[in-house]
Structures are given as C-alpha cells and as structure tokens.
C-alpha cells in the first residue's frame, strides 16, 4: 500500500462511505437526529490530515430512511451539518455529500453500487478523475460501487467481502491517516 499511496497528490478524490466508516453504525437501525451521529475514533482528525493531501473529500452514502419515510431531508441535511462543521473545527473539509433516499427494493434506484452518486459528484467537480480516486467504504456495495466508477477501493475492516472488489483493507480511517503520515506527505 505504501507505494500506492505516494503516488497521491491534490489531483486525488477521496470518496468516503458515512455509516461504518465516519461515524458509528446502528445496527438495524438509521442515524435520524444529530444527536445520535457519533463519529468513529479519530475520524475528524484523520479527516483534516486527508484534507491537505486530496483535491476532493466526498461523502457518498445510500439513505433508505428517507425513502422509508422514518426521517425527513431536513433530518439529513442537519446531520451532514453536525458532521461539516466538526470536521471543519478539526482543521478538515468535506466538499460535499451525496446521498441517495431510495429503498432498495426500487426499480432503477441510485443506490450503491450503482455509480450514480460518482457521477454526480463528477457533474459538480468536473475535474474529478476516477482513476484517480479512491473509495474507502464498510461493505461489498461499497466496494463495488467504487469499481462500477473506476476507483480504487479500500475496505474498512469487514472480512465477508470478496476480494476481487477490493483494491486494499484496512482497519479503519485513522490507520488509512497514519500511512498517509508515515509518509511524511
């Protein structure tokens, strides 16, 4: 992995799941209210370090609780503030955050895999290059997702996925920022 990545520079776009990969997952359940957004240890940190390095930090996430009508946009959106503005206090930036609201059982959704959400990323940043990005998710849908783009995928500590669909695996952000440091980029 080392010598991937010293190969990343601010021509580079960090695509990065929420759930599982930011913030604490609820098992059987969705994050609805800010309050219960908790970020995984060292995330907001590790974010500002990943920040000075990438061109783009992007927040790619599949949210069936709209579709499901358990919350709101408005619920979202407040949400995604909580987590802007304590990446922001910790020296970090995320440039945006794409989600999609559709359930899973609908027909033609923009849900991940499907590289949907790249692509309109790629619409609001056109310098965006998948070839050089790099997912960093929590599940085979993630993983794929970043291969139906063209990126390079990293998988947060699950050992169920096959490994075709990713490129390296790691245990968590906060490792992914050390490398980055032992690098001394």
């Known amino acids: 992995m080392a010598d991937f990545l010293k190969n990343i520079d601010k021509s580079w776009t960090l695509f990065l799941d929420r759930d599982g990969v930011i913030n604490k997952r609820i098992f059987g359940g969705y994050v609805q209210h800010p309050e219960e957004f908790e970020f995984l240890p060292h995330v907001p940190e590790s974010l500002a370090l990943f920040s000075q390095i990438f061109g783009r930090i992007i927040v790619v996430t599949n949210q069936q609780g709209i579709g499901k009508r358990i919350m709101s946009e ?30 899973v059982s609908k027909r033609e ?17 056109p310098e965006i290059d998948f070839n050089k990005s790099m997912m960093v998710g929590d599940t085979e849908t993630d993983m794929i997702f970043g291969k139906n783009a063209g990126m390079f995928t990293l998988l947060v500590g699950n050992d169920s996925v096959p490994p075709e669909t990713v490129d390296f695996k790691i245990p968590d952000l906060s490792f992914l920022a050390s490398q980055f440091k032992s690098k001394t980029l």
């Open 109 to 125: 959704n923009c849900r991940k895999p499907s590289p949907e959400l790249a692509l309109e990323a790629r619409k609001q940043f």
């Open 74 to 103: 408005t619920q979202l959106y407040a949400i995604h503030r909580k987590m802007t503005d304590e990446v922001e206090k910790a020296g970090g930036k995320i440039d945006a955050v794409f989600y999609c609201p559709d359930i």
